[in-house]
């Protein structure tokens, strides 16, 4: 009877302990959550309001004052002031904020007072869009999770049969009837897969958790064990690796069509369209065709234009003049009897882009794949440290998911990308990762998702990644070396019952703490 009440009370003193710190593994689900406003001020004719957040509607205007929490996503409608965003992008320093500008809930306002119109409330904000792809990733079974479940299919009959075996030799063989109730039971208990069926599930809890900390959604336990297991990464160009605002630094041919061009552009919303549209112009548009992946048929003045990349004007079989537009984006500007003029653009890299890339090529293949001019890829190539047989250029958007699938004859392929062009590459893709900015976050769009554009976010997802995987090894290398050392010492009458039972409970205890450090590590990738 003691040994009975003493093994049921280290039993239920193990599950207490082991649900005690299964509770931190939630620690990061908890913080997202205590972001979320709990109330807010609505500006009703003239008159400031405070409301619940949950009786806040789309379209409310809302008051958000100094060292307040925006309530909700929505826009700057009156005012100017500097915003915290560090808990979406990880960024510290904080965004300045004013009329027209994206503001999400969650994030603080750290200057002045300024009014916003509410545009997503409730389950459409980013945050809780956030809060629902964590809590997606944290339940979601990873491939190697379904493996140690397999083992503890087979493992879990094998130990009741050696359990049989042990009390079958000490009564049959040794004539020993307590000794063979002792062992036996000491080898189902040492032997009780608990801690198995913790390995991967708490790392994966706290993984996912700590990368949402860092900035970096995964969707699922899939997509962070498929990340570690990449061999090729895959860049788009504009946006990605670089800034993604292009400006012009060269002009060439008949400075009158150039004008009429940048007209035409101004109805585009493409980011070269944009850099030349803030130029200097003068007609009337009459009619703008967008051709995807090419440019633009436009009427200014009454003159039919062609504006756009060297395709375009071969399409058209037009001759290109020999103007000197070496490592420049080109725009050229057609009429019916050829090019007439052109525009050069270029675009610059992001701060960390070589230190990203330089740290990837130490362990895996890096690639840019872009739309732009071989010669313009082969210069970020160059600034890079990438070998110009890794580039891949003048590629339409409906053609990138093609050169993924190929690359992936090669290995295991991770496609970085904006979320938008380059959807379906990062589909085709083993891992895709997108960035996220602002209220337009693609969460659906992609496996792995960087909250703002901070490139080293790509890193720090690969990082988590492995450190996660390398956490889910060692615990159940642990469940499993402890269960294969305990279970013959259970058997030969070693290992009373009950000490059998703290052992158990420990090895639980042990696997959970070892997935907690998990929440200590990362974030210093390159």
Not at 172 to 181: K, V
Not at 214 to 240: A, P, Y
Not at 388 to 409: G, Q
Request: hydrophobic share 45%.
């Amino acid at each position: 009877m003691e040994t009975s009440a003493v093994l049921i009370t280290l039993v239920l003193l193990g599950k207490w302990l082991e649900a005690r710190a299964k509770e931190k593994t939630t620690d990061a689900l908890k913080s997202l959550l205590s972001l979320q406003a709990k109330e807010a001020i609505l500006l009703v004719d003239g008159v400031e309001k405070s409301v619940a957040i949950d009786l806040v509607k789309t379209g409310d205007v809302i008051v958000v004052r100094p060292g307040e929490k925006v309530p909700v996503d929505g826009k700057i409608v009156e005012g100017e002031t500097v915003i915290d965003e560090s808990m979406l992008t990880g960024e510290s320093i904080p965004s300045e904020k004013g009329v027209g500008a994206d503001v999400v809930g969650g994030t603080i306002n750290r200057s002045h007072r300024v009014l916003m119109v509410a545009e997503r409330v409730g389950s459409e904000t980013m945050l809780a869009q956030i809060v629902r792809v964590v809590e997606q990733a944290q339940t979601d079974k990873a491939p190697i999770q379904r493996q140690a479940d397999r083992i503890s299919g087979v493992f879990v009959p094998i130990v009741v049969a050696i359990s049989a075996l042990t009390f079958a030799v000490w009564t049959l063989g040794f004539n020993d009837l307590d000794m063979a109730i002792r062992a036996s039971i000491a080898v189902l208990v040492i032997a009780c897969p608990c801690a198995l069926g913790l390995a991967t599930p708490t790392s994966i809890m706290v993984g996912t958790g700590r990368a949402a900390e860092q900035g970096v959604l995964f969707k699922g336990g899939g997509q962070l064990e498929s990340l570690n297991g990449v061999d090729i990464v895959v860049f788009d160009k504009t946006g990605t690796l670089t800034k993604g605002t292009p400006e012009v630094v060269a002009t060439f041919g008949d400075a009158s069509f150039l004008k009429l061009a940048v007209m035409a552009e101004r109805q585009s919303t493409h980011p070269l369209a944009e850099a030349i549209g803030r130029g200097e112009g003068s007609g009337q548009v009459e009619r703008v065709e967008e051709l995807a992946g090419r440019g633009l048929k436009a009427v200014v003045d009454g003159k039919p234009l062609r504006i756009g990349s060297v395709r375009m004007m071969q399409e058209a079989g037009f001759t290109l003049p020999d103007w000197d537009m070496q490592a420049m984006t080109p725009v050229y500007v057609a009429d019916a009897s050829g090019v007439i003029a052109a525009f050069g653009l270029q675009d610059q890299l992001k701060e960390r882009s070589r230190a990203v890339v330089q740290h990837l090529a130490l362990t895996r293949q890096v690639y840019v794949l872009t739309g732009d001019r071989t010669e313009v890829a082969y210069d970020i190539a160059r600034q890079l440290g990438i070998p110009e047989t890794n580039v891949i250029a003048e590629v339409l958007p409906v053609e990138k998911a093609d050169h993924v699938e190929a690359l992936k004859r090669q290995g295991r392929v991770a496609m970085v990308g904006d979320g938008m062009n380059d959807a379906p590459a990062l589909a085709v893709a083993d891992v895709g990762i997108a960035f996220g900015s602002g209220t337009d976050v693609a969460l659906e769009a992609a496996d792995v998702t960087v909250m703002g554009q901070d490139i080293e976010g790509v890193n720090r997802a690969i990082e988590m990644s492995s450190l996660t995987m390398r956490n889910i090894r060692q615990n159940l290398f642990w469940a499993l070396a402890y269960n294969s050392l305990g279970i013959p010492v259970a058997a030969a009458g070693l290992l009373a019952p009950w000490i059998a039972g703290a052992a158990m409970a420990f090895s639980s205890v042990s696997v959970v703490l070892n997935a907690l450090r998990l929440k200590t590590q990362g974030g210093n990738s390159t």
